[in-house]
């Protein structure tokens, strides 16, 4: 089945770092989706991406889908304390497969 | 107003009991999912419900059966509860079926079997 390998697994910036993080899919699909998560809530899009090659910015957040349609990079820059949280790649149109997610940590 | 619901937040319950989780959607939508995210966070497709029909079923044990009294609602029942079953339960909603469209998820239900 489909899977998607995220990384890293986590981070651990400065208040102020930029912040990368990519996945990468073994199929190729026609959606790239980043989610964030907040301790005790569930997820929410950050950016929908839906062609190859797109660039996609929502604020200091941008995201990629890769020409190869099989990786996707999301970019957060000068980060702030609220960024902390889970950020999720997911693939599909109904049935989303997630990526193992990245945990942002940032030390004010 | 809140926009996807699910009750209640917390239940622990001992193993082989039943239990029912129930989720609420405000936004119109027609299609309604079921996800499970375990202790590594990982999140993982359940059930997908269209105007109360069931068009997704992944590889789910039998004890789970979810129930959709109509397009605003989907609940989880499980019966005979196993340890393993210790996870977060997240309800999502979306407009329509075809291509993506995007799921907005509830606050999810953490769920400790003992």
Avoid at chain 1, 2 to 9: F, G, H, V
Avoid at chain 1, 66 to 87: E, H, M, Q
Wanted: glycine residues 8%; aromatic residues 10%.
């Amino acid at each position: 089945g489909q899977q998607l390998n995220q990384s890293p697994q986590s981070m651990f910036i400065q208040e102020g770092e930029d912040v990368s993080m990519n996945c990468t899919s073994s199929s190729i699909f026609n959606t790239w989706l980043w989610y964030k998560q907040d301790p005790g809530e569930g997820p929410v899009l950050l950016i929908a991406l839906y062609k190859a090659g797109e660039l996609t910015s929502n604020g200091r957040l941008t995201a990629q889908f890769g020409i190869t349609r099989k990786d996707s990079f999301l970019n957060i820059s000068a980060s702030i304390p609220s960024d902390v949280g889970i950020y999720f790649c997911a693939q599909g149109a109904q049935k989303l497969v997630f990526g193992q997610g990245t945990r942002l940590t940032i030390n004010p | 107003d809140t926009a996807v619901s699910q009750t209640p937040k917390y239940l622990v319950t001992q193993m082989g009991n039943d239990k029912s989780i129930k989720c609420e959607q405000n936004l119109g939508h027609d299609t309604m999912y079921w996800y499970k995210q375990d202790s590594k966070k990982f999140l993982k497709i359940m059930f997908s419900y269209n105007n109360k029909e069931l068009i997704i079923n992944e590889t789910v044990p039998n004890r789970f059966s979810p129930k959709s009294p109509d397009k605003a609602h989907l609940n989880l029942h499980i019966n005979s509860l196993e340890l393993g079953d210790s996870a977060v339960y997240f309800c999502a909603s979306s407009s329509g079926t075809g291509g993506y469209n995007e799921q907005f998820f509830g606050p999810g239900t953490r769920l400790t079997v003992l």
